[in-house]
Each structure stands twice: as C-alpha cells, then as structure tokens.
C-alpha cells in the first residue's frame, strides 16, 4: 500500500466505502421492504380469510358456500373444516393441505419440506338461517337438496305434508324454524317474504337464533411465505447488476474527485522540481491565492524557500566579506615583504615593514578568531557551560577591570545578586563587545552608563554611551555581519561581527538584543534575558 499512489489510495478508499454504505443500504431496504410486505401478506390473509366467512351459510337447513368465497386469491388458498376438523371444501392443493392444530384469530408460522407457511384460521357458528320454502298447490318442493358434509337435519319430512289450501306465513316460519331445530322464543324473525302467484307459494324466511344450533365451521386460509421472497428474489437480482454499476461509478467519480483534489499538490511538486534542478530560489511556486489547505502549503514553501534565499544570500555576502577583511591585510603584508626585499629598502625599511607586517597579522588574527568565534556561536560547536551564576558581580568585575580610554568615563548600576543560569564566558564576551563599541564609538571624555536591573521575571541589562550615534535607517542593520555603519568606517578597528555575536549569545540564553540611538547623541543597547520558571 505505500507504493501505491495518493490518487489510487484515495479512489480505492472513497470506492469501498460508497461500496460499504451501498450495500448496507440495500441489505436494510430489503430487509425492511421484506418485512413490509411480509405483514401486508398476513394482514391480506386475515382479511381474506374473514372475508370469507360472510360467504358460507345454512340455507334451507343445508351448509351454504356461496361463489363468492375466495378458494384462492391473491396466492392465499382458502378451505373450510367442520367442527372435527374434517376437510368440507376448498382451493388448497392437496399436497397443501394442512391439518395443523387449528386455533382463532392468529397467525401461525408454519414450515413443511422446504416451504414455510402462514396459517390462519376462522371459526364460524351459524345463527342466522335462510329458509326458502317453496310451495306448489300445497305441496312443498325441495330443492338446494345437499351440500357436500352438511350435517343439517334432514329436510324430508315436510316435503311429504300436503296443505290442502296452501300454507300461511306463520306456518311457513314454524316449519322454518321448526327445521332448523329453533323456537320462536329462541329466534328473531327478519324477514319473512312471501311472493305468490297463481297456485304457486314462495316464502323467504330469514332468523337469527340467541344460540348456534348447527355445528360451526372453520375457515383456514394458507398462503406461502416466500411469496414476498418471490417479488423480492427479483429485486435482488436486479441489485447484483446494479452493484456493478454503482462501485463503477464511485470509483470513476472516486478517481475524478483524488485527481482533481491532488493536481494542486503535482503543480507544487512540478514547481519545487523545477526550483531545485535549476537552483533558482529566487522562482516561487503558484498558488491559487485561496486561503485552502493546498495554498497554505504552498506558502509555507514559499516561506521556506524565502528563508533559504536569504539565509544563502547571507552566506555568500558572509563568505565575500570575510575574503574581503582578509584580502586588504594580505595586501598589506604582500607589499610590505616585497618593498623589505627591494633593492632600495635599508635595514631600517625593513624593520618598519615587519613592524607592519605583524601588525596585519595580529588584525587577521582577531578576524579569524572573531570569525571562529561566531560561526562557532551559530553552529552550536562550541561546548557551552550553562550554570546558575551571580550576574551581578560578573557585571560589576567586568566593568571595574575594563580599559577605558578617550577620558570616557563608566558608571555602573547593578542590582545586587541577580543569579542566571548561563555561560560565563559568553555573556563576559557580550558585555565586553557592548563596551568596546561604547569605547570605540564614544565621544572623547564622555560616559557610559551601564545598568543591570531585574523587572519581575526579566534580567534587563543597559550599556549607554553619549557617543557618535548611529542613524535611524542603519538601526536595523548592525546586527548583520560584517556591517559597519558608514559614520563609524573611519574607525579602523572592527570587523562588523561584534553585534552580530551580542545578539547569537542573547538568542542561545533565549534572551533578545535591541538598540536605541539619536544620531549625534549616543545610543543604547538593550539586552533582555527571561527567567524561566
Ligand atoms: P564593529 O566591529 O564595527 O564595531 P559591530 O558589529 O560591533 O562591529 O558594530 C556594527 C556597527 O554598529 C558598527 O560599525 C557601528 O557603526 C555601529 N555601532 C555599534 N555600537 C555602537 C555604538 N555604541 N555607538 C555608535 N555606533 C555603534
């Protein structure tokens, strides 16, 4: 996986995980939809099956089932029981007939060969009766004779009385009632219809008795569970095609999305290539301006390539100075040895000359050590010795001990036993420096004051002369190396390293240097160490 690139990682991850969440979202949309219409499936079982039972009654004393009654419908088969569960009529296939314990109003689950089922029974005890009673010159006819396991009375005796002139609607609803095994004080009569022509006679008769006086029926509905899987065998199908094609379009978008997202990141890289194979850092790598995360990094880039130029540049200008300050002392020594061997030069020539000489070399001596010295600062080389110590008295020694020349005069104001934890020789080479500029920068017979004070957690220590100055637009340049303001280059000591050394030893104490200076006037140079806690 490391090999692989930022484009590819991305539209593998973003792809399996629209895969993941597809298929998560699929598997509950079906399980849901499964479950939905598994309850409509049973709700269409019990409706069917109560349904049903508004189909079957006793009519003419006889077991009724009338058309309507759904044997099957809408996959859910439809039989009817007698009391002891024997088999009456029905739409199941006979190798679906089941003899499962019955039971009223519930759904039971049930699982034959391969097949799961769902079962639901109705039971239906009759109390309301429909006779016909059908009588032709005063004889009654029969008809509706028999319908398969009715266990109704036989309805043959009042087929043989004869009523000379006719029957009337009380006697038609007591030989109804009297049929059906009721009583009058047992029924309500509803209807009772009595159309007649010629000598023909056609009672309706309708009754609901208090009590069922027929054995009941049931009515069981079975329908197959996997009618849903059915309907949804076909939705999964459909799914393993368009899974395909969903993680074909997450991956392309997937892939089009990294690509676009990473072309920032290979504009950089192209441009850093560009910079390092051409060693050009002055170049700067394009970005959009935007305030994303891609601009961000590309300014930083641009920060550290700034920084590097500078820091380059610098060394070039550090390395071309350094040449510089030795080259005018070689000359020097290389003009002095060449006049002390000429011809024309006596003995005196030549000891002015070696006179000169030594003194060339003693200056490239204080170069290369001040030189040593800094690069060994900045470098970290140097093996420093941090301890406690009483800034004070190293202070107060320092600027007792100090050659001052010029009639300047130093006073020194230095709170008592300010302890540091810092490098001896170091600040003792930092205060000097101060002081030696004082000196070599101060006006004949003037002052320096110098003042080390604590202020809460800072140790600020204060060295001011009453000297040349420096101009305000040079301020910000002492501290480089090798600078030399224009109105101390008369001076001839000084290579322009000391404040560049002040400021490394403030920065290696995390402390900072700053200078204060009116032109003319004289200046103040400021350094202030933090206490850690
Ligand atoms: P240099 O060896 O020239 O003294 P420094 O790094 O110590 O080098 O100082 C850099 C420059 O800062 C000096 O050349 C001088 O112009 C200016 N400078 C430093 N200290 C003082 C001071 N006390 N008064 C006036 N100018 C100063």
């Not at 890289?269 to 850092?281: H, Q, V």
């Not at 070039?316 to 006049?339: G, M, N, W």
């Not at 320096?448 to 000297?467: A, C, H, P, S, W």
């Not at 340049?477 to 404040?499: H, M, N, P, T, V």
Request: glycine share 8%; charged share 25%.
């Amino acid at each position: 996986m490391k090999n692989i690139s930022f484009k590819a990682k991305t539209t593998i991850w973003i792809t399996l995980l629209i895969s993941v969440v597809c298929a998560i979202s699929i598997a509950s949309i079906l399980l849901m939809s499964r479950r939905v219409a598994n309850s409509e499936i049973k709700q269409t079982l019990i409706s069917t099956v109560e349904g049903n039972l508004d189909e079957i009654e006793y009519k003419n004393g006889i077991l009724e089932i009338e058309s309507d009654f759904a044997f099957y419908s809408d996959g859910i088969y439809c039989d009817v029981y007698n009391d002891n569960f024997e088999y009456i009529n029905g739409g199941t296939p006979q190798s679906l007939i089941d003899y499962t314990e019955f039971s009223s109003g519930e759904i039971k689950e049930h699982s034959r060969g391969n097949g799961e089922y769902y079962i639901y029974d109705a039971y239906l005890d009759f109390r309301k009766y429909e006779y016909e009673i059908d009588v032709f010159s005063g004889q009654i006819i029969q008809y509706d004779a028999d319908v398969a396991g009715s266990d109704a009375p036989a309805a043959g005796e009042y087929f043989v009385t004869r009523f000379e002139n006719g029957i009337d609607t009380e006697t038609a609803i007591d030989i109804a009632l009297n049929h059906a095994g009721a009583t009058r004080e047992n029924s309500t009569i509803i209807t009772a219809e009595i159309p007649s022509y010629e000598n023909r006679q056609v009672f309706k008769i309708e009754f609901i008795c208090t009590e069922p006086l027929n054995g009941g029926v049931w009515v069981r509905g079975i329908v197959p569970a996997n009618t849903a899987d059915g309907a949804f065998g076909a939705v999964n199908k459909a799914v393993v095609y368009v899974i395909p094609v969903f993680i074909i379009i997450a991956a392309l978008g997937a892939y089009l999305l990294s690509k676009r997202t990473i072309r920032p990141v290979e504009n950089i890289t192209r441009s850093a290539k560009e910079i390092s194979s051409g060693s050009d850092l002055s170049k700067r790598i394009e970005a959009d301006g935007g305030s994303n995360e891609i601009s961000a990094l590309a300014e930083t880039f641009n920060g550290m390539l700034s920084r590097l130029q500078n820091s380059f540049e610098s060394e070039k200008q550090f390395t071309s100075d350094a040449s510089h300050e030795l080259r005018t002392p070689l000359a020097v020594i290389k003009a002095e040895c060449e006049y002390a061997l000429s011809q024309n030069a006596d003995s005196e020539d030549k000891e002015e000359a070696l006179v000169s000489i030594n003194e060339q070399s003693d200056k490239m001596t204080a170069l290369v050590n001040a030189l040593l010295s800094l690069t060994r600062t900045e470098q970290g080389t140097e093996r420093f010795n941090f301890e406690k110590t009483n800034m004070s008295e190293l202070v107060e020694g320092i600027c007792s001990s100090f050659t001052l020349s010029k009639g300047i005069k130093l006073q020194s104001s230095v709170e008592k036993d300010i302890f540091f934890n810092m490098d001896i020789s170091l600040i003792s080479r930092l205060l000097e420096n101060l002081l030696s500029n004082a000196v070599r920068y101060g006006r004949e017979n003037g002052y320096i004051n110098v003042i080390l004070k604590r202020d809460r957690d800072k140790i600020i220590l204060t060295v001011e002369d009453n000297g040349i100055g420096i101009k305000e637009e040079e301020l910000p340049k002492i501290w480089g190396r090798f600078y030399r303001a224009d109105s101390s280059r008369s001076s001839s000591d000084g290579f322009g390293l000391g404040l560049a050394l002040v400021e490394r030893i403030a920065a290696l104490h995390g402390g900072r240097a700053e200078a204060q200076s009116e032109f003319g006037k004289g200046s103040k140079f400021i350094i202030t160490f933090f206490e850690k806690v």
